[in-house]
């Protein structure tokens, strides 16, 4: 499947942390946050994959920092930047 992405929710020796301020994970916290638009960077109303895989490498581990853990999401696999995220 050439048009996919995989986005870890964190790195391979981390732990993925949730908050009951998020209601669930950092990670899925930052996704539905991103699938809402905040991802958008150039705010043109499409998400593409790059978009999204970007906001959550900085948001995932800001949450995290605020809620005193680490946690780094790692891409594992991007798709072309030109590949867009239905939501």
């Not at 981390?14 to 150039?42: R, T």
């Not at 790059?50 to 594992?76: D, H, M, N, T, W």
Request: hydrophobic residues 45%; proline residues 5%.
């Amino acid at each position: 499947l050439s048009n996919t992405v995989a986005i870890a929710s964190c790195g391979a020796t981390e732990v993925s942390h949730e908050s009951e301020a998020w209601k669930n994970g950092a990670f899925m916290f930052a996704l539905k946050e991103g699938l809402n638009g905040q991802a958008d960077e150039n705010k043109d109303n499409q998400l593409n994959t790059a978009e999204l895989a970007a906001y959550l490498l900085s948001r995932v581990p800001e949450l995290a920092k605020q809620a005193g853990f680490e946690q780094y999401p790692s891409v594992i696999k991007q798709a072309p930047p030109e590949v867009l995220v239905l939501f």
